[in-house]
């Protein structure tokens, strides 16, 4: 009987003895892996939390905005390139280039947006076909009016059709305000609410209105 007993006690000593061996390996193998899986476990939220965070958490009002936003101001800027040769008010030269300057960096950067979430940006010479409809834009046949004038002539011209123009745009812009969630953007819509009403009432004081 103390024979059993003693191999008994033998044979749990030996089995608790191993237990604690795997526990030990166990618990060591965890603290490793846990500061490498622990580690890509903190890493991978915070890296997939940043992704759309990167992106802005833009929504669809954002991509309606810079898609049509693009072939918008690349018309402003068509018209304000007829200018420099064609306007006789050094104030409506003055216009057209601060509204190129203002409105080259602002396509660029919605065509970065666009790209970076995965939306086509709209091609050059797109905008007779993508844009119908669109507040503000000229026709073809307004286009062709403004190239074809000169002097006082394009000066009025330019004038009543850039007031309409950029009346698209404050619509389009206040559109985002209210709709879109991608910060930048809303900022930039902001901007062309402001900066173009501002010249909308400019032209309107050049043309002898109030």
């Given at each position: 009987?103390?024979?059993?007993?003693?191999?008994?006690?033998?044979?749990?000593?030996?089995?608790?003895?191993?237990?604690?061996?795997?526990?030990?390996?166990?618990?060591?193998?965890?603290?490793d892996?846990?500061?490498?899986?622990?580690?890509?476990?903190?890493?991978?939220p915070?890296?997939?939390?940043?992704?759309?965070?990167?992106?802005?958490?833009?929504?669809?009002?954002?991509?309606?905005?810079?898609?049509?936003?693009?072939?918008?101001?690349?018309?402003?800027?068509?018209?304000?390139?007829?200018?420099?040769?064609?306007a006789?008010?050094?104030?409506?030269?003055?216009?057209?280039e601060?509204?190129k300057?203002?409105?080259?960096?602002?396509?660029?950067?919605?065509?970065?947006?666009?790209?970076?979430?995965?939306?086509?940006?709209?091609?050059?010479?797109?905008?007779?076909?993508?844009?119908?409809?669109?507040?503000?834009?000229?026709?073809?046949?307004?286009?062709?009016?403004?190239?074809?004038?000169?002097?006082?002539?394009?000066?009025?011209?330019?004038?009543?059709?850039m007031?309409?123009?950029h009346e698209?745009?404050v619509?389009?812009?206040?559109?985002?305000?209210?709709?879109g969630?991608f910060?930048?953007?809303?900022?930039?819509a902001?901007?062309?609410i402001?900066s173009q009403?501002?010249?909308?009432?400019?032209?309107?004081?050049?043309?002898?209105?109030s």
């Open positions: 009987m103390s024979v059993n007993r003693s191999v008994f006690r033998r044979s749990a000593a030996v089995f608790a003895a191993g237990a604690a061996a795997v526990v030990l390996a166990a618990c060591g193998g965890s603290d892996s846990s500061a490498g899986h622990d580690g890509h476990r903190s890493a991978s915070s890296v997939s939390a940043s992704a759309p965070a990167a992106q802005g958490q833009h929504n669809a009002a954002d991509v309606v905005f810079a898609t049509g936003m693009i072939p918008h101001h690349r018309q402003a800027v068509e018209m304000a390139s007829l200018a420099p040769s064609r006789e008010s050094p104030e409506v030269k003055k216009l057209a601060d509204i300057k203002a409105q080259d960096p602002e396509i660029k950067s919605l065509s970065g947006w666009l790209a970076s979430w995965g939306e086509p940006v709209p091609a050059e010479g797109a905008m007779d076909h993508s844009s119908h409809g669109m507040a503000g834009m000229m026709s073809p046949e307004e286009m062709d009016k403004l190239k074809d004038s000169s002097g006082k002539a394009f000066d009025t011209a330019f004038m009543e059709m007031i309409k123009h698209g745009a619509d389009m812009a206040k559109t985002e305000q209210a709709r969630s910060p930048e953007a809303k900022t930039m902001q901007g062309i402001t009403t501002a010249e909308i009432a400019q032209m309107n004081m050049l043309r002898g209105k």
